[in-house]
């Protein structure tokens, strides 16, 4: 029994002086099995991956990684970081899981470094909570979330 989830991601800049925000990067869980309890399984944005539960990660090929935003600002520019609300995962077999938008690697608000057209790059981690075997079957589960970038 495996499950693979990736995320789509959804970026809005709120402020005239963000000149783009862009997606580098999809939120990926990778693959894991889980037993009759279900857990949760953890992306930070540095890269590490957990579980909780009788979730069990496991190493088959499926890369699992944080978000990555690509910021275009003025250097110097503050900026801080809203994230959505958690959102469910649907599986391509039927069941759904929950998304909650993590950390992300910069701490807030922060200042942008790079000077256009570089960009500043944020990565975002986020927790998946897992349901039980019969209530999530394997599959490929997918969904979107929203994180939005504020000019302070």
């Known amino acids: 029994m495996i499950c693979t989830v990736t995320c789509f991601l959804f970026s809005t800049a709120a402020a005239a002086q963000i000149t783009a925000v862009s997606t580098a990067q999809q939120l990926?869980?990778?693959?894991?099995?889980?037993?009759?309890?279900?857990?949760?399984?953890?992306?930070?944005?540095?890269?590490t991956r957990s579980s909780t539960g009788d979730v069990i990660l496991v190493n088959m090929g499926v890369s699992y990684f944080p978000a990555i935003f690509e910021v275009e600002a003025a250097q110097g520019t503050i900026i801080n970081i809203v994230n959505g609300p958690d959102v469910p995962l649907n599986g391509s077999n039927g069941g759904s899981m929950q998304l909650h938008i993590g950390n992300a690697d910069q701490t807030l608000?922060?200042?942008?470094?790079?000077?256009p057209p570089a960009r500043t790059s944020v990565k975002i981690g986020a927790t998946l909570t897992v349901g039980a075997r019969a209530a999530n079957p394997p599959g490929n589960y997918s969904g979107t979330f929203s994180v939005t970038f504020i000019q302070e």
């Open 28 to 47: 990926s869980f990778g693959a894991f099995s889980q037993g009759n309890s279900g857990g949760t399984v953890t992306v930070n944005a540095s890269g």
């Open 109 to 115: 608000p922060f200042v942008t470094t790079a000077t």
